[in-house]
Structures are given as structure tokens and as C-alpha cells.
């Protein structure tokens, strides 16, 4: 029982070093490798190469796969040109498997050693991220030899041989076998690799590895098509046009298992090489055969996922690329885009909404407080996403902006509940009674309103660019709409006092319609808080120490420490 653990630990242990791997590498240079992916498809050759050196990088030919469906599912690239990137990405994993094949357990140690040296130096740094990728070589490297000593005492079991029995040379069953076992391993590098040293230690007969070799290979497009299943028609297209591919190799080399066993078993080399030079040439022939084949193969991709009606769901997020988690900058960005569009429906929410106060619009109302709801799941999206986001990866910049995006999402979807309650209260208690606000009243609420888009406008800049001056800029707007609410408030009291008829029928409303705009522009400016925190210039409390305020003004003299009670943390 202790060395059929150990077998599966060994196992485990190369599955999770070829993670490590991929995820660091990802998140030091995925931003860079996403460039080098967009810019190279405009041509079948380089496109091709960019596929290799990407995934001999990441060493991952699903995450590859991954990355270039995102970019198809964005319309940055065709079908086409991303099947020829996906051909390079398989010669690129195959090149790996050769590299890792050979016996570098010599240097397994010195790369743990180092990695490990280098990650609790810096933990937070670029030097860490870096370890973090030589602790993953040096795992799959201590990983094989592992394998390779714990496999010796299992083939002698005679439960083991059994099983190892059942797979006599049935190319189709190894196929199966192997295809599962990839999908279950999320890795066709580990299982190639796993082949191999079974095969060195002679657990498994050359048929049965070649067999398996290629099970690993249907089983890599396999795995590819299942991790976009939520994706577009677009994305999608990319993994099956992979996935045929695969089955086209695997149906055209069937039939000639048996003449390149023979082939192969007269170069007389290891048992682990045999393997591993199956694979390659496997992926290399498949690679020179159907490079010519990407437009068919796309075209009959996109017969099999028409492209769906263009009737563009509003609450769908556009930006929120999954592909991009692994690459935590990139991810950030992502979202930072998503919430931009939350501010631009919130815009369009505030004008509308002086529209319905001027005409009494109530099919307007109605279909701005459904707008609320594209608000409120494009809020739940962004958070969603953001949490998906491995905090410990990001950056102490890139924590402070996962906070800010996070914030900010938070102030928009306050922002579409209170315009939505303000739709409510209007046509309750001025739609419905056939009620006006008064000349000079409903000038007051323009003056408001038009300050408010002008704020939201600013305060949309402030999020994106991150400007000092105008976050500055945008805090001292905060003040002078306060004293405007207040002064406007005082003006309409006036009214009321005068006996204004529109004033006395509307007072209700009116006051607490300005009173909702400059909670509406509170939440604008809280945009502010984060640069000018950042900078330093913002001040804890506006009090006074000489003396105390009264208790009418308290709760104004807090706003400004009120954004450090709700600042989410960083990272």
C-alpha cells in the first residue's frame, strides 16, 4: 500500500510542478507572451512559431489554447491563423517533453535549492515569482526520478501486472485509457512523460506506449474543447478545430502503429526516448500535413458553431477574459474595463432620469429601472471575477487597484440603486398626481444634475487614468455641490414660506430629490479617495481642534474619514 502511494505521490507531484510552471511563468510574462500571440497571426509561418515559443515557455498547450480562443472570442484574431498558432503550440509542448525526458536529476536539487532561496528573499518581487518557477522544474525533474524508483517494486505486484496485462497493444483501448487519464491530470506533458519512464522500466511494451502516446494527444484537444465550453462560438471554434486536428493525426497514424514500432525499435535507443520521439515526430508530421489545412478546418469549425444572433445582451460582461487569470496585471485590467462600462450605464441612467422629470415620461422610467438590473449583474461579474484573481500573485500597486476597482463597482451599484428609487418616488408622487415643481425649483434640480454628469464624467477619468489634479479636482466639487444642496434647500424653504403653490405641493419630493443627488455625488467623488490617499494629501478629519463641532454638523465634518472605514484592503 506504501508504494502504490508513493507511485501516486510521484504522480501528483509532476502534475503539480508542471502547474507551477505554467502559473509563474504566466503571471512574470503573460502579458508579454499575449503580445507576441496578437501580433504574430498575421502570417501562417509566424503564427506557427509564436504558438511554439509560447507554449515551450508555459509549457502548456491547453493554456495556450486558452489564450487564443479568448483572442478569437474577442474578434482579434481568426480561426484560421489561431489553428496555426495551436500547431505550434503541440510541436512546442512535444519539444518539452524531449527536454524533460532526459536525466537531469542531477540538477533538481540546485533548481529547489534556488527556487526556494529566491522566493522566501522576495516573496513579493519579480526574484520570487521567478523561484517560484524553478521550484516547478525542479519538482517535475525530482518528480520523474521519484516515479522511476517508486514504479519498481508496483510492477512486481502480480495485481499490477494484471492490469498493466490488459493493455495487450489495442491501439483504440490505450487511447481511451490514456485520453481520460490526460483530462483527469489537466496536463498531456505529465502523462507523456509518465509513459515514458513506465516504459523505461519496461512496465508497459513499445505498442502499448505508442498507443497511450497518442490517447495523451486526443486527450490534450480533449481537454482544450471542455475548458471553453462556457465560451463563444468564436472561442470554441479554435479548440475544436484543435480537436479535429488531433483525431485526424490519430485516425491517419492508427494504421501505422505497427510499421513505426518496428522503425523505432531498430534505432535501438531508450525505451524513455522511443516514447518521447514518438510523440514529437507525431506532432511535427500532423504540424507540416494540415499548416496548408487551417481555412478548411476553420471553415468546417464554423459550420459546427454558427455564430450566434448578434442581439447583444447589455448585461453580458465584455471585457472579463478568463484565460486572463493567470496573468494577474492583465486580469486587473480586464476588470477596470468591465466596471467602466457599469459608469457608462449609470450616465446614461442620470440623464435619462432628468428626461422623466421634465416630461413625465413613464416609459422612460420603466426602462431606466431595468437598467438597474444590467447595473447590479454587471456589478456581480466584476466581483465575481475579481475573486478569482490569486491575491497573493498581484503586486502592491496591483493590490491597491483590485481594491479601487472593487470600490468603485460598489459606488456605481449604490449610485443605479438610488437613481432607481428617485424613478420611483417621482412617479408616485408627481407622475401619478399630475404635480410640477415650481420654476425656480426645477432650475435648481437642472443646475444639480448637470454638475452631477460633469462630476460623473470627471470622476470616470479619475478611475481610469489615476490624475492627481483632477482627483483634486473632483474632491473639491464634493464641497461645492454640499453647499449648493444646502442653499438650494434653504432657497426652497423660502418658497414655502412665500406660499408658492408648485412649491408647497412638491416639497417633499424636492427636497429629498436634492438630497439623493448629493448622495449620488458622494459616491462620485469616493473615486477620489484612493489617489489622493496614495499621494498623501488627504486629510484624516476636517475638524477642528480648538473646538468641538456641533452635533447638527458631525455626520457632514466625517465624510471624508467615512472612505477609510469602507476602503476595502489591499493586498
Not at 519498481?152 to 490514456?178: E, N, R, W, Y
Not at 498531456?188 to 509518465?194: I, P, Q
Not at 475573486?387 to 451599484?413: C, H, K, Y
Not at 448637470?450 to 462630476?455: D, E, G, V, Y
Request: with cysteine.
Amino acid at each position: 500500500m506504501q508504494t502504490l502511494l508513493n507511485l501516486l505521490a510521484g504522480v501528483s507531484l509532476l502534475v503539480w510542478g508542471t502547474h507551477i510552471v505554467r502559473t509563474g511563468i504566466l503571471r512574470m510574462y503573460g502579458g508579454d507572451l499575449r503580445r507576441v500571440l496578437r501580433r504574430s497571426v498575421s502570417h501562417r509561418a509566424s503564427a506557427f512559431f509564436a504558438g511554439l515559443g509560447v507554449t515551450g515557455l508555459i509549457q502548456s498547450s491547453t493554456a495556450t489554447a486558452l489564450i487564443v480562443a479568448s483572442f478569437a472570442g474577442q474578434g482579434i484574431i481568426g480561426t484560421a491563423p489561431a489553428l496555426a498558432v495551436m500547431l505550434g503550440a503541440d510541436v512546442g509542448t512535444a519539444l518539452v517533453t524531449v527536454l524533460l525526458s532526459f536525466d537531469l536529476s542531477w540538477l533538481a536539487p540546485l533548481l529547489i535549492f534556488t527556487g526556494i532561496v529566491l522566493f522566501l528573499s522576495a516573496q513579493a518581487g519579480a526574484a520570487g515569482r521567478f523561484g517560484q518557477i524553478l521550484i516547478g522544474l525542479g519538482l517535475i525533474m525530482f518528480a520523474l526520478q521519484w516515479i522511476s524508483v517508486a514504479a519498481q517494486p508496483v510492477v512486481k505486484a502480480a495485481g499490477v501486472q494484471v492490469i498493466f496485462a490488459s493493455l495487450t497493444g489495442d491501439v483504440l483501448l490505450d487511447m481511451l485509457v490514456a485520453a481520460l487519464f490526460t483530462v483527469l491530470c489537466y496536463s498531456s506533458l505529465a502523462v507523456v512523460l509518465l509513459v515514458a519512464t513506465l516504459a523505461s522500466l519496461h512496465v508497459i511494451a513499445l505498442p502499448v506506449a505508442l498507443g497511450l502516446v497518442l490517447g495523451a494527444n486526443l486527450g490534450s484537444g480533449l481537454l482544450g474543447m471542455l475548458s471553453t465550453l462556457r465560451a463563444t462560438p468564436e472561442a470554441r471554434r479554435v479548440t475544436l478545430g484543435n480537436f479535429i486536428f488531433k483525431v485526424i493525426g490519430c485516425v491517419l497514424a492508427i494504421p501505422l502503429v505497427g510499421h513505426l514500432e518496428n522503425w523505432i525499435a531498430g534505432l535501438a535507443i531508450d525505451p524513455a526516448r522511443e516514447v518521447v520521439l514518438f510523440h514529437l515526430m507525431f506532432n511535427i508530421a500532423l504540424a507540416l500535413l494540415l499548416v496548408f489545412w487551417t481555412e478548411r478546418i476553420a471553415r468546417v469549425a464554423e459550420r459546427m458553431l454558427p455564430a450566434r444572433p448578434s442581439s447583444e445582451d447589455p448585461a453580458k460582461p465584455r471585457h472579463l477574459d478568463p484565460s486572463a487569470l493567470d496573468t494577474p496585471g492583465l486580469a486587473i485590467a480586464c476588470a477596470a474595463r468591465e466596471a467602466m462600462r457599469i459608469g457608462d450605464v449609470i450616465e446614461q441612467m442620470l440623464a435619462g432620469m432628468l428626461t422623466v422629470l421634465t416630461t413625465n415620461d413613464r416609459t422612460l422610467a420603466e426602462r431606466l429601472r431595468r437598467m438597474d438590473d444590467v447595473v447590479d449583474q454587471l456589478y456581480t461579474a466584476v466581483k465575481l471575477y475579481l475573486t478569482q484573481i490569486p491575491r497573493e500573485a498581484l503586486e502592491q500597486r496591483e493590490g491597491r487597484r483590485w481594491a479601487d476597482i472593487v470600490s468603485f463597482a460598489i459606488n456605481m451599484e449604490q449610485v443605479g440603486d438610488i437613481i432607481e428609487r428617485i424613478l420611483t418616488d417621482v412617479e408616485d408622487k408627481k407622475i401619478d398626481k399630475g404635480r410640477n415643481f415650481s420654476g425656480a425649483g426645477m432650475a435648481e434640480i437642472c443646475d444639480l444634475h448637470a454638475r452631477l454628469i460633469a462630476n460623473l464624467r470627471l470622476g470616470l477619468s479619475v478611475f481610469l487614468n489615476g490624475d492627481l489634479k483632477h482627483a483634486q479636482e473632483l474632491l473639491a466639487q464634493k464641497v461645492l455641490f454640499r453647499d449648493l444642496e444646502r442653499a438650494y434647500a434653504n432657497s426652497h424653504l423660502g418658497r414655502l414660506a412665500g406660499n408658492t403653490l408648485e412649491s408647497i405641493e412638491t416639497s417633499s419630493l424636492h427636497l429629498d430629490l436634492i438630497s439623493d443627488l448629493r448622495r449620488i455625488n458622494s459616491h462620485i467623488c469616493s473615486i477620489a479617495y484612493p489617489i489622493l490617499e496614495e499621494a498623501g494629501v488627504l486629510a484624516h478629519t476636517r475638524l477642528k481642534t480648538q473646538e468641538p463641532a456641533p452635533p447638527a454638523t458631525e455626520a457632514v465634518a466625517n465624510e471624508g474619514a467615512t472612505w477609510q472605514k469602507r476602503k476595502p484592503k489591499t493586498a
